[in-house]
């Protein structure tokens, strides 16, 4: 099976860039008004979920990120206790 790893390409450091830049986007989709459905109106209600759904998935990105910086060291953790 092949590994589909979207961040093998980055470094470390790149990461670290990557998830200081997505946790910005973050905290400005946070203090960005907030859309409000009107009930029975399907464009409110279009506006608003998409709004939920864009910090969800940023949300999704962000634990994506985390997940593979902790991989990382956890993987250089278990190196440098194997050259002990």
Request: glycine fraction near 2%; include cysteine.
């Amino acid at each position: 099976m092949e590994n589909n790893n979207e961040y093998e390409e980055y470094t470390l450091a790149e990461l670290w860039d990557l998830l200081d830049a997505e946790e910005e986007r973050l905290l400005s989709q946070y203090a960005a008004p907030v859309n409000y459905y009107i009930p029975g109106d399907s464009m409110t209600y279009l506006s608003a979920m998409s709004q939920c759904w864009g910090i969800e998935a940023n949300k999704a990105q962000i634990k994506e990120i985390e997940a593979e910086i902790s991989r990382r060291c956890r993987s250089s953790d278990v190196e440098a206790h194997d050259n002990d």
